[in-house]
Each structure stands twice: as structure tokens, then as C-alpha cells.
């Protein structure tokens, strides 16, 4: 080899490369250079911040190698295979053997995942509903059939039962879920209510963002409707998903010109918007720490008794909050 043996201590692997290795992709340099790790793990995990340059973390799989640098990559710890039980306080709006209905808070995770392995909305469903969840749908997220965002409130369901989560994601599936969001977005929306449609896939500047594309995306229609007009700088809407995406409402109106209030991802400088807001109420919207965006409601056809049911979330004290302080 042209590199250093690499050492092993814990996880981390130490690789110094040769004169040989240089401009070689530096994902495809260290898979092969540790030969146990595929080089599509090796991505994931630069792009996770585990990989560094003489101390430089390297995030860009495509980088070219540069010979007699030091490359140190250090895995995270390996996780528990299944989720385990947490007891954890929950807003439950309805229970029955077959589903379970909950008001979602701002702030919590719904699955696991790098980075949030623990304290999750799985684990809190674990504890609450003992072993017959554990598998229930996959093992990392027994129950999940549909997700929100870690800092959107409101209603969700999850399922209890292998029949149930096989009802529920095919109603997901086939659109007949009825769902409906608040938002609070930038600006003033014209016309009051209409559509805003287009293929939503990775935005290729940012891996970590959705972007509406022309190529390579999942359609996406959102339906919305004007509730409320703070001025011409705020306005408060209902939105209603006829697809599902991956940040859905957020990357809509984001795209159109009317990003949400405190949406950390979407929400990329001062909008001009902002000028047009008495002072108190432009630090109030600037100053919200999610965004904001709440699943007021969750309609579908119960798995067992074939009937309709339907289920609200208000909104949590801090949408209500900043409502009171913009108006």
C-alpha cells in the first residue's frame, strides 16, 4: 500500500497518504485504505464531520487526496439495533389497540437517527406501549407511518399494530389522509389562496436541504389559503398537503418568496418584508426560534372500524405567543 497501516484504537482509523494516493477521491482513498468500511459508509460519515485533514475536518467526499497529509476518521459509537423504551411524558389526543394519536411539542425528534439516537418519539411509544410496538413497521421505527419535522408541532398517529401501520401507510400513500397545517410565512401572498406545485429532491448546493427541482424530485402540490394578513409582512395561512415531501411547506414557500417565520434551514437572511412590520412586532417574528409551522389537523379511516375520525391539535403557546405579539 502506499499509505501508513492504518491503527486502530477504539474506532478510529489513522491513515497518512502517499505520494501514489494523491487526487485520488478521498472517500474512495480511505475505503480502501481500511478495506472494512464501504466507501459509501466512509461518505456518510464525512459527511457527518468524522473524517479530518491534519485536524481539518473534510466533508467533501470528491476531494482530492494530498499526499503526506494525516487522515483520522473516527466513527461515532455504535448504536443499539432496536430503539429502547424512555419514559417520557405524552400529549395523547386518542388511544385504542389498533393506533395511538398525539400533539407532537416543538423540540422532539420523531425516530431516531445520527445524532438523535435517544429521546425520541419512538423511544417515549416503546415505553408507553410495551413490547407488542417493537417491530411494528421495521425495528429503527416501530409505529411511524408519517413524520414531522423535529421543530413542527402537532397532531400525529402511529400505529400499534402490524394491520394498522399496513392501513395507514397505504392511506399515506394513496393521498386519502386529510391534513392541515398553520403557518406563518413572510410577506403577503397573492392571490389569497391558490397552489404551489413543484418536484421537491435534494438541493445540490446543500445535501442537508430540499430544494424544488426540475429534474430528479418527487412531485409535490400544496394547497393554501390565506387566514389572516398581518399588514404586508406577515401572513398567517392554512395550508393542506396533497403529497407528502420531505419539508414540504417550508421548501414551497420558500421557493415562491415567502419563507417561513424561523425556519433555520429555509430562512437564510432578513426578509424584506420585515421593514414593512411596526418594530415590536418585526422583533417578535425575527426573534422566533423554530419555525413556524403547526399539523393542526389528521383525518383518515380508522384500520378496524372502517369509519371516519378526525383529530385537532391547537396551537402551542409560543405560535399562540407570537400571534398575540404580531398583531
Known sequence: MHVHAPSFDASTFTLVAGQDDARERTDRFVARAIGTISRSRVKSLMEEGSLTRDGVVVRDASEPVRAGASYILSPPPPVPAVPEGQCMALDILYEDGDLIVIDKPAGLVV?????????????????????????????????????????????????????????????????????SYTALCWGALLPSRGDFEGAIGRDKADRKRMAVVRAGGKPALTHYRTVKSIGAGLTLVECRLATGRTHQIRVHFAHAGHPLVGDPVYLRRVPAAARQLPE???????????????????GFIHP?????????????????????DIA
Do not use: W, Y
Not at 126 to 131: E, N, P, R, T, Y
Not at 142 to 154: C, F, N, Y
Not at 280 to 298: G, I, S, Y
Open 111 to 179: 425516530h431516531p437517527a445520527p445524532g438523535n439516537e435517544t429521546g425520541t418519539l419512538v423511544n417515549a411509544l416503546i415505553a408507553h406501549c410495551g413490547d407488542s410496538l417493537v417491530g411494528i413497521g421495521g425495528e429503527r421505527r416501530p409505529g411511524i407511518v408519517h413524520r414531522l419535522d423535529k421543530d413542527t408541532s402537532g397532531v400525529m398517529v402511529a400505529a400499534k399494530t402490524e394491520k394498522a401501520h399496513l392501513a395507514l401507510s397505504e392511506a399515506f400513500a394513496a393521498r386519502t389522509i386529510q391534513r
Open 280 to 298: 415590536l412586532a418585526r422583533k417578535a417574528a425575527l426573534d422566533f426560534p423554530r419555525q413556524a409551522l403547526h399539523a393542526a389537523e389528521l
Open 304 to 324: 378496524s372500524s372502517g369509519e371516519p375520525v378526525h383529530f385537532r391539535s391547537d396551537l402551542p403557546p409560543d405560535f399562540q405567543a407570537l400571534l398575540a
